[in-house]
């Protein structure tokens, strides 16, 4: 069981990560994400693959210090445009509005983890 003081700790790293990608034009985060090989365990650690082919995500998503149940399921065709989502009451509250971004960012995020931080960053401001 992890202390109050390492979750701080990780909390602390996840967010000097997501700052860092940050930084970068939204455009480029899917090129940034290929080039220093970023996964979905780096963006997301509470998102864990429950599928041997990296297809079904469920776990939670960590923004500004509070996790929210969420799931990635991708088509058997592994396209994220086609990807569909489910998360819990609140964190559908706060996209609620931004359906067609969100659907925006699945078409022209590269991976799993692109689209994650560009949600993410949204989520944060």
Not at 11 to 19: A, S, V, W
Not at 38 to 45: A, F
Not at 52 to 78: M, V
Request: aromatic letters at 8%; a positive charge; one cysteine or more.
């Amino acid at each position: 069981m992890m202390g109050v003081a390492t979750r701080a700790c990780a909390r602390r790293n996840r967010f000097q990560l997501l700052r860092t990608v940050c930084e970068c034009s939204c455009l480029s985060f899917s090129n940034s994400c290929m080039q220093q090989g970023v996964r979905v365990s780096d963006v997301c650690p509470l998102l864990l693959s429950l599928s041997p082919h990296g297809r079904y995500y469920r776990g939670y998503l960590s923004i500004d210090g509070r996790d929210f149940a969420f799931a990635l399921t991708l088509p058997s065709s592994g396209e994220l445009k086609d990807a569909r989502i489910e998360c819990d009451w609140l964190l559908a509250q706060m996209l609620r509005g931004k359906e067609a971004l969100l659907q925006k960012l699945l078409q022209e995020s590269e991976d799993e983890a692109s689209f994650l931080m560009k949600l993410k960053q949204i989520l944060l401001y």
